[in-house]
């Protein structure tokens, strides 16, 4: 989510006249962040669940067993995701990249993506995948983060849909009790000073080579 502040000039170029239809170069931008959050912290005690996190294409790229802290949550993202059939029966260790642990088996046999919390066949027939990751409440965070307590502050930025599977994929993981730890809606805004290039991958290189300054101002040694 980047919103681009002004374009630098470029028009005096002849060389690039063809390349300016595509490439923008702005001076700054401002990334605007959305995310979910379940402050889990030590309000489930003793139990630890094992967390999974899991990338639509089927790799699992992070296993840890969830201690009860203060100061500990999971983040995720805003809208809704999903993952092929292909993938959802897979075995959790199947694909290339995959972190995980012995522990990933359910009886003693191969556990399946579908088989975890994070996983499973909505009523249209595709699949809901909510992927999420360990986050630290502290003090940073809350001060990086506009957060909202257990209302959706704006439904166009944090999907209902988003809302409700994440919602969901608490409830599998921590039990019923979950229902009853209310969702932080998390908003950020970061503004940079740093130029924005955009355009088509080799437009956008042929451009870089044409203005050596800007370059530099990206930190970009060299473009082969």
């Known amino acids: 989510e980047t919103e681009a502040q002004a374009l630098y000039s470029v028009e005096n170029d002849a060389q690039l006249q063809t390349s300016l239809q595509a490439v923008r170069v702005y001076p700054g931008f401002t990334e605007r962040t959305h995310r979910l959050v379940f402050p889990f912290e ?5 139990d630890m669940p094992h967390l999974l996190t899991i990338v639509p294409s089927g790799v699992v790229e992070n296993s840890k067993v969830l201690e009860p802290q203060k100061e500990k949550g999971l983040i995720g993202f805003a809208y809704p995701q999903s993952i092929s059939d292909e993938f959802a029966e ?5 694909q290339p990249g995959t972190n995980v642990d012995s522990s990933a088996a359910v009886n003693g046999s191969t556990q399946l993506l579908r088989d975890t919390a994070f996983v499973w066949r909505r009523q249209d027939g595709t699949n809901a995948l909510v992927q999420a990751w360990p986050t630290n409440l502290n003090e940073k965070f809350r001060q990086d983060f506009e957060i909202s307590e257990g209302v959706n502050p704006d439904s166009a930025k944090f999907s209902p849909q988003a809302v409700s599977e994440f919602q969901e994929a608490m409830v599998r993981l921590f039990g019923p009790a979950a229902t ?5 809606f998390c908003h950020m805004e970061l503004v940079s000073a ?9 437009e956008v290189l042929a451009h ?17």
């Open 180 to 184: 009853n730890c209310s969702i932080l």
């Open 42 to 46: 030590d309000k489930f005690a003793p």
């Open 90 to 94: 897979s075995p959790v260790d199947q």
């Open 208 to 224: 870089l080579r044409k203005h050596p300054e800007l370059m530099r101002d990206l930190a970009i040694a060299s473009v082969d």
């Open 194 to 202: 740093s130029p924005a290039v955009v355009g088509i991958g080799e």
